[in-house]
């Protein structure tokens, strides 16, 4: 616990003059030494409870809406299977300074559980530039298709919970590749 509130305070620092930052800095820090740490999750926990965090400024604007997913995808069936982030519009640049999809080795896998619950098991690594500055993450997400070509995203895992995200389909012209536009949300930060 102690190490990721020192980790989190260093991000505050480092990020002294780009306060926008430190949001994705700190998240490493959740993800790599708070995670699944029991004295940091209710240490959060109790923050959120009385208010004790402040929200960090949003991270962009959210691109598109359900309406522009592709109705073509109606099941999770559709996209079963492992998936590679290869682009993003999130790089760490204005409007979009987290740079979440600039996290090396992210890889998606849309699995379904002997109990029928589907889950998204992500793995990724801190860093940029496809170089890792963090050993591997892993973080699972349940997953269900609420329109067509919408997935939304319930962590489990989640040092700040709850996290939610809603990804949009927006063209899939190969079954091997598809294009997708996603935006979530934390307690304190918008993304």
């Not at 930052?21 to 999750?41: D, L, V, W």
Request: hydrophobic content about 30%.
């Amino acid at each position: 616990c102690a190490k990721t509130i020192g980790c989190i305070q260093t991000c505050v620092l480092d990020n002294i003059d780009s306060e926008d930052k430190t949001a994705a800095c700190a998240y490493i820090c959740e993800m790599t030494h708070g995670y699944e740490n029991r004295q940091f999750k209710e240490l959060i926990e109790c923050m959120l409870e009385h208010n004790c965090m402040v929200r960090y400024p949003d991270d962009g604007p959210c691109k598109g809406s359900d309406a522009d997913a592709i109705t073509s995808v109606k099941t999770m069936d559709d996209i079963e299977g492992d998936w590679w982030v290869l682009r993003g519009v999130n790089c760490g640049e204005q409007p979009y300074p987290g740079g979440y999809d600039w996290y090396p080795c992210q890889h998606e896998r849309f699995i379904k559980t002997a109990n029928g619950q589907w889950i998204n098991n992500v793995t990724y690594c801190g860093g940029r530039h496809d170089v890792c500055e963090t050993d591997i993450i892993v973080t699972v997400a349940n997953v269900s298709m609420p329109a067509p070509g919408v997935v939304n995203h319930k962590y489990t895992d989640a040092p700040l919970d709850p996290q939610e995200e809603d990804w949009r389909l927006v063209s899939m012209p190969h079954p091997d590749y598809a294009l997708m536009l996603w935006c979530g949300h934390l307690p304190v930060l918008d993304y």
